[in-house]
């Protein structure tokens, strides 16, 4: 069965940092893009990153994490990581990765991929 399963989420206070994972079992990650999105409390949800599925991976980020957040592979665990610094209490919500695209990024914010994790739970609060 394939399928994407994130972990590293909790409960950090402001400032803080949290890493994230979204490993792939039954394909290959690497086959596609990476985008992860997060969805705020009574908001929709919405792409903030992408990494492509190229070795080397280029990397977009939206203004909103810019600086802050920092996406990178692991071909060996054929995973992808999302390193958070810097949260803060805007920055809670359900955080999602997803893989599709045919390996690029251009439309990760507005297409449907394949696949979607089953999401992890941000909190940044004191």
């Known amino acids: 069965q394939s399928q994407l399963v994130e972990s590293g989420g909790g409960l950090v206070q402001p400032v803080g940092s949290l890493r994230l994972s979204c490993a792939a079992s039954?394909?290959?990650?690497?086959?596609?893009?990476i985008g992860w999105f997060g969805q705020a409390p009574g908001k929709e949800r919405e792409g903030f990153s992408c990494?492509?599925?190229?070795?080397?991976?280029?990397?977009n980020y939206e203004d909103s994490v810019k600086g802050r957040f920092t996406v990178d592979w692991d071909h060996a665990k054929n995973t992808v990581h999302l390193q958070m610094n810097d949260l803060n209490p805007e920055d809670t919500g359900v955080y999602y990765c997803?893989?599709?695209?045919?390996?690029?990024?251009?439309?990760?914010?507005?297409?449907?991929?394949?696949?979607w994790g089953q999401g992890t739970q941000v909190t940044a609060s004191s």
């Open positions: 039954g394909f290959r990650l690497d086959h596609h893009a």
């Open positions: 997803a893989a599709g695209w045919d390996g690029v990024c251009a439309i990760y914010r507005t297409s449907a991929p394949d696949y």
């Open positions: 990494i492509t599925g190229s070795r080397g991976g280029s990397t």
